[in-house]
């Protein structure tokens, strides 16, 4: 059973920092369990969107608004998904999901950020700038 926490957030004054974290149990990170891992965020009254993504390859990447401000990182030693949050502001209010993929097999395609193909989620973390 795949079951993906997160952790990391608060609230924080514009310009500040944050760094989420989501832990991964059910499936370990590894070489020959390749999955598409990705953050993503809702605000009140708005659609989720992607915010970065982590594919099977490595490849990463980023959605414009967060761009060189956002970091995803991985640690499979650790079994968990980072994201580093710097220069916030008032519009990265929101909850941010933590999501992966189900197994991939053969040739990588690259991560997408639409969430239907992210099959299991974590509950949320919120995330408040002010």
């Known amino acids: 059973h795949v079951q993906l926490v997160e952790s990391g957030g608060g609230s924080v004054q514009v310009g500040g920092s944050l760094t989420l974290s989501c832990a991964a149990s059910?499936?370990?990170?590894?070489?020959?369990?390749?999955?598409?891992m990705a953050w993503f965020r809702q605000a009140p009254g708005k659609e989720r969107e992607g915010v970065a993504t982590?594919?099977?390859?490595?490849?990463?990447t980023y959605a414009d608004s967060v761009k060189g401000r956002f970091t995803i990182s991985k640690d499979d030693a650790k079994n968990t998904l980072d994201l580093q949050m710097n220069s916030l502001s008032l519009d990265d209010t929101a909850m941010y999901f933590c999501?992966?993929?189900?197994?991939?097999?053969?040739?990588?395609?690259?991560?997408?950020?639409?969430?239907?193909?992210?099959?299991?989620w974590g509950q949320g973390t919120q995330v408040t700038v002010s």
């Open positions: 999501a992966s993929s189900r197994p991939i097999f053969g040739p990588s395609s690259r991560a997408t950020m639409q969430p239907a193909d992210y099959a299991f």
């Open positions: 059910g499936y370990i990170f590894s070489r020959t369990n390749k999955r598409h």
């Open positions: 982590f594919d099977s390859a490595g490849r990463v």
